[in-house]
């Protein structure tokens, strides 16, 4: 079983940047797309970016396009979501999740199954 652990959220003012970091441990990393979503206080948790096992497909929500980077170090069982130009709209907890399987890149919330506990990424105005 494997075990995603984030970190780098924390308190920002509009325009600052971040680099949110996802551990993982146990089980299989490196052939599985990893993803990062979001949940917004009083709201659903929503997609905001996808990576597959090599890192040469990515795919993000049209929100953070542009602003947003999804990156993954396989060889250190690490995935990175790089934040740059916050909106408050962006105040979240964040979470990295791992796909359930390794046959396809996807970015459907419903296709994984392993998640971190969350961290907490706030962005005043």
């Known amino acids: 079983q494997i075990y995603l652990g984030e970190s780098g959220g924390g308190l920002v003012q509009t325009g600052d940047s971040l680099r949110l970091s996802c551990a993982a441990s146990?089980?299989?990393?490196?052939?599985?797309?990893m993803g990062w979503f979001r949940q917004a206080p009083g709201k659903g948790r929503e997609f905001v970016a996808a990576?597959?096992?090599?890192?040469?497909?990515?795919h993000y929500a049209d929100s953070v396009k542009g602003r947003f980077t999804i990156a993954r170090d396989n060889a250190k069982k690490m995935a990175y979501l790089e934040m740059n130009n916050l909106k408050p709209e962006d105040t979240a907890v964040y979470y990295c999740a791992r796909a359930r399987t390794s046959e396809y890149f996807t970015t459907n919330e419903a296709d994984f199954d392993s998640w971190g506990q969350g961290t907490q990424v706030t962005v005043s105005s």
């Open positions: 146990g089980g299989f990393f490196s052939t599985y797309t």
């Open positions: 990576i597959n096992w090599s890192g040469t497909t990515t």
